[in-house]
Nanobody, 122 residues
Framework: QLQACGGGLVQAGGSLRLSCAASGRTFSSYTMGWFRQAPGKEREFVAATSGTDDKTYYADSVKGRFTASRDNAQNTAYLQMNSLKSEDTGVYFC?????????????????WGQGTLVTVSS
């Protein structure tokens, strides 16, 4: 079970740090992904951290502004979001990649937690 938290209301240019805590089992060897869904839009890939080699991957829209990380000892993943823009507004979800190799494909993920709402005011 995953639970994302840390969302809130922030002004454009501000920062937020999201956390994704896993309970019930360890996901240290799995890729942890972050996705977001804006109102009326599809859920889209944001970032991911590999469980095997600590590599991180980002959508072009957040590259240079967001940093994904994880603490396997705490079974927790993080998403540091800086220089937030209004288009970053949405519900942010974390999930575990269980299928396939493409980290950016939503259907390759499972164990979706409840999302956390991020609202960026301009």
């Amino acid at each position: 079970q995953l639970q994302a938290c840390g969302g809130g209301l922030v002004q454009a240019g501000g920062s937020l740090r999201l956390s994704c805590a896993a309970s019930g089992r360890t996901f240290s060897s799995y890729t942890m992904g972050w996705f977001r869904q804006a109102p009326g839009k599809e859920r889209e890939f944001v970032a991911a951290t590999s469980g095997t080699d600590d590599k991180t991957y980002y959508a072009d829209s957040v590259k240079g502004r967001f940093t994904a990380s994880r603490d396997n000892a705490q079974n927790t993943a993080y998403l540091q979001m800086n220089s937030l823009k209004s288009e970053d507004t949405g519900v942010y979800f974390c999930a575990v990649r269980r299928y396939g190799y493409a980290y950016w494909i939503r259907d390759n993920y499972d164990n979706w937690g409840q999302g956390t709402l991020v609202t960026v005011s301009s």
